[in-house]
């Protein structure tokens, strides 16, 4: 088909807003992590990812539009992996974080009186986490199904174990005690789930770049650009060229993530409900109870999920001095003390 050249000064790649502040990296994430993009037909995404790839190489199509590109980057930053570039699965997506959490969170705080009551809900939440989880780690270390499955059993006992045990620990506790039950297991199993089902990058660690996305360590393997200001993708792998204490650092970071996003929802929401069900017009219709959750967790996690995402910078850096003596001394004995900081992506 015929192209046309790209508008002159325009990057794709190039962040819209200042990723190095909160509230730039917030208004990033409040575009990709827009639940309607979660509705969008899979034939526009494809086209979305042929568009960038063609700004890429210099061309668009006949009459494209600076919004036109702007909304094709948009849809392809939300279905598309940083690291791998190919298509996430819609659960895994943080644009399906809203609609699903939402729905597991709103039964969560419903259904907490019962032992089956809890332990389905939390099933299924932390098989929904787990796929979520695999979704969003750094593509560049490859996980095996066993792990995976070590991963999803581990994180879903620990959240089992804490809200039943839980439950029945608080049956004779204030009401609301009960209520954060689901948000105490919540936040256990994600201690849990996300450094399991990235596990490998605690191992392996991950590979670490320069600023200009070149990979470092003794490899003279160079990288080329992912997602803008996302991670460098490696060409080939070098063990001197990847780190333990980033990948422990990323994960951390995303840990302290997904704990805050659940948080509001799960904290301040069992408050509400505990005022609002002394009302007798909420008494005579305990049938709405669960949808009335439902919805109110969707107002929490549709300012939460980018909101926390935002919380620190997708493309983390790492102080040198900071790193294993080995690939620090191999960097330093290579570009001397033109490197102060390494970069790598910590997933979401």
């Not at 508008?7 to 208004?27: E, K, V």
């Not at 990812?49 to 909304?71: H, M, T």
């Amino acid at each position: 088909a015929e192209m046309a050249a790209v508008p002159l000064g325009f990057d794709i790649d190039a962040p819209r807003w200042d990723q190095s502040t909160f509230a730039g990296r917030l208004r990033h994430f409040l575009n990709i992590t827009d639940p309607r993009t979660a509705l969008v037909p899979e034939r526009e995404l494809d086209r979305a990812q042929a568009i960038v790839a063609g700004c890429r190489a210099g061309l668009v199509p006949p009459g494209s539009s600076r919004e036109q590109l702007l909304y094709a980057k948009k849809l392809y930053d939300s279905a598309f992996h940083p690291d791998s570039g190919e298509k996430m699965n819609l659960i895994g997506r943080m644009s399906f974080q809203v609609p699903g959490g939402m729905a597991l969170t709103g039964c969560m705080l419903q259904f907490y009186r019962t032992v089956p009551a809890v332990v389905f809900w939390q099933w299924v939440n932390q098989s929904f986490n787990a796929i979520v989880n695999y979704t969003n780690r750094n593509a560049a270390s490859p996980i095996s199904l066993a792990q995976i499955g070590v991963a999803y059993i581990t994180a879903t006992g620990t959240a089992l174990a804490t809200a039943v045990g839980l439950n029945f620990y608080t049956k004779r506790a204030p009401p609301l005690l009960a209520r954060w039950v689901p948000f105490a297991a919540v936040a256990a199993a994600n201690c849990v789930n996300i450094p399991m089902m990235r596990q490998q990058e605690i191992i392996n660690g991950v590979t670490v770049t320069d600023e200009d996305n070149n990979e470092l360590g003794r490899s003279r393997v160079s990288a080329r650009g992912g997602r803008g200001w996302g991670a460098g993708r490696a060409l080939g792998l070098s063990g001197c060229s990847r780190s333990q204490r980033a990948a422990a650092k990323g994960i951390a970071q995303v840990v302290v993530s997904r704990i805050t996003m659940a948080a509001p929802g799960m904290v301040i929401l069992p408050i509400i409900m505990e005022r609002l069900e002394k009302f007798p017009f909420m008494q005579r219709i305990r049938v709405l109870h669960a949808p009335l959750q439902v919805l109110l967790c969707g107002g929490f996690l549709l300012f939460m999920v980018p909101a926390a995402c935002a919380l620190f910078p997708q493309r983390c850096s790492l102080a040198l001095a900071d790193l294993e003596p080995e690939l620090r001394d191999s960097i330093v004995a290579k570009h001397g003390d033109k490197v102060p900081y390494v970069y790598f992506n910590k997933g979401l």
